[in-house]
């Protein structure tokens, strides 16, 4: 099994409709209300057949049975053993990431107005105890608020057969469990490319003006203006933002500089199309000066021939559409973000996103002023810090190998639930290298993943962000790594390269490096081995700092 989905309630239609959703194989264990007794018993098929990813959805009400909600110490007292069993059951298994259902508990009850409401104290103890246990939630009361209760229940199938769900309501939780398991798996779009004109503003800056157009905290022009606010969160969870706007740049620069209300300035972007080029001719520049794939990008714009254009010339853009009614515009960024960019949870590189390509700009520029590659390179100061795997630099390690496709060797993905297990492997070692020059840091760009048996070693993974090509930190870092496998006992190193259509560019990596061929090829891909200690040369152009 891949996914399991767990619930007390009957889920049997909502597991095909997730199944349909997400492409996986997805298992229901058997019984009505057995998730507990699934996640406690060890000989249950969870525990027997580990998935890659648990989903629990949960009916609140029929937490509590037909009496509702007790006191807040009744209703803990319930939950908490309920969360302590969940908590064990994804400690016992750090490969399978865990999401839980926040708890929507409607009153029954018919009360006063001055009383308690101990189904929200309850629902908000579930929260917090999960926040506390950092297992991802699965926003099943956002869902039924955003829809209303009416729409996203069924009172006549409930009585039927105990589905509480209506069929709009399994279509949206389906939804929400799809785009969860594609943030589990890494997969995320990377820049979000925006028009200006009737897009992050009202009306047309080139014929209206700064004082024209339409944009402000308060009154209609704060339509646009909270939506600002949203990408400005994308922004800061590590989504890169480009302008692709028809209009002169001069006036463009001025209304993202110039108008007091504007929320997004020219630092928050990564680049800036302001021409009468075609969009899709201006995206794929932007594309080739961000080295990202086109499959990347996003491209929101109010104008439907625009849309339809870049749909037509570029069908790996994620087009969405438009609201006609601009009054929606926050909200629809809020789905945007949901549908596209969904983060399990940020890393520090997420933070320094922009700010650490705006710097590749500069390293650009100060290249051209070299006569050769490598005097550029030596008045670059590289510094290269490398690390082994721990809690606190595991999330970006699982993010890496999950978005790293070009200079990527076996491209094997790992969630935080597989790096989890690695962690707690012994015979893995895992290595990062955080790479940062006079310009700035880039972060941790680099990884490599090996398993140790004895004198023998196999390189597992290794992948480098595409930022830091053609500087010679690869083979700085493999080095090291070499050196520290070496000093621990390994005289053979195995490594494969397991062709994509996207790594080609890697293929003859092991040979450079000094790898020969070796016996296995299939599955593994081509296989390659060297003995170990490797006398490499040091060019002395990249500092390497080791704990």
Not at 2 to 24: D, K, M, Y
Not at 87 to 105: G, K, Q, R, T
Not at 247 to 266: K, S, T
Not at 320 to 346: G, K, N, W
């Amino acid at each position: 099994m891949t996914v399991a989905l767990l619930s007390n309630v009957t889920i049997g239609s909502l597991a095909l409709r997730v199944a349909q959703a997400t492409g996986e194989e997805v298992y229901t264990p058997a019984g009505y209300n057995t998730w507990f007794q699934e996640l406690a018993d060890p000989a249950s098929n969870l525990h027997k057949a580990p998935p890659r990813a648990v989903f629990l959805v949960l009916d609140g009400r029929e937490l509590f049975g037909a009496s509702g909600a007790p006191s807040t110490s009744g209703a803990e007292n319930i939950l908490g053993p309920m969360l302590d069993g969940i908590a064990a059951a994804a400690s016992a298994h750090p490969e399978v990431a865990f999401v839980v259902s926040s708890l929507d508990i409607p009153q029954s009850r018919i009360q006063p107005l001055v009383s308690k409401r101990t189904e929200l104290q309850a629902a908000a103890f579930w929260r917090r105890k999960l926040e506390e246990y950092s297992i991802p939630l699965l926003e099943l009361s956002e869902i039924a608020a955003e829809m209303g209760r009416e729409h996203f229940y069924n009172k006549r199938v409930w009585y039927m057969g105990s589905m509480p769900f209506s069929q709009a309501g399994e279509k949206a939780l389906a939804a929400e469990i799809d785009r969860v398991w594609n943030a589990l798996r890494g997969r995320r779009r990377k820049c979000l490319a925006l028009d200006l004109d009737n897009t992050l503003w009202g009306g047309v800056i080139g014929e209206a003006g700064v004082g024209g157009i339409e944009l402000g905290a308060v009154g209609s022009g704060a339509r646009y203006y909270d939506m600002q606010r949203r990408i400005l969160d994308l922004k800061n969870q590590g989504v890169l933002l480009a302008v692709l706007s028809k209009n002169n740049r001069e006036d463009a620069l001025e209304g993202i500089n110039g108008h007091p209300a504007m929320l997004l300035r020219e630092r928050d972007f990564v680049a800036i199309r302001a021409n009468w080029d075609p969009k899709p001719a201006s995206l794929e520049s932007i594309a080739r000066e961000l080295n990202i794939g086109i499959d990347s990008f996003v491209f929101i714009d109010d104008n439907p021939l625009e849309r339809e254009t870049m749909q037509i010339a570029l069908p790996q853009v994620a087009v969405p559409a438009f609201p006609t009614d601009t009054s929606q515009l926050e909200r629809f960024m809020i789905d945007v973000a949901r549908e596209h960019f969904l983060l399990l949870q940020t890393t520090a590189e997420d933070l320094e996103k922009t700010e650490q390509y705006r710097a590749e700009t500069q390293r650009q520029e100060r290249r051209s002023t070299f006569a050769s590659v490598e005097e550029y390179l030596r008045s670059l100061d590289m510094r290269l810090t490398i690390e082994p795997l721990d809690a606190q630099n595991l999330p970006r390690a699982a993010q890496l190998t999950q978005k790293t496709n070009q200079f990527n060797l076996t491209t094997r993905r790992y969630s935080e639930a597989d790096m989890q297990a690695i962690l707690a492997d012994g015979s893995r070692r895992v290595y990062l290298g955080e790479l940062a020059d006079r310009f700035g840091d880039y972060g941790k760009i680099i990884l490599c993943m090996a398993r140790v048996e004895g004198e023998r070693a196999e390189i597992e993974s290794f992948l480098m962000s595409c930022r830091v090509m053609g500087r010679g930190v690869e083979e700085a870092f493999l080095r090291n790594v070499e050196d520290t496998l070496a000093r621990a006992g390994v005289n053979t190193l195995a490594s494969s390269y397991i062709p994509t259509s996207k790594n080609g560019m890697v293929a003859d990596f092991w040979p450079r490096m000094g790898y020969a061929p070796s016996e296995g090829d299939g599955e593994n891909g081509v296989r390659y081995e060297i003995h170990l200690p490797f006398q490499g040369e040091n060019d002395n152009i990249i500092n390497v700092i080791k704990p």
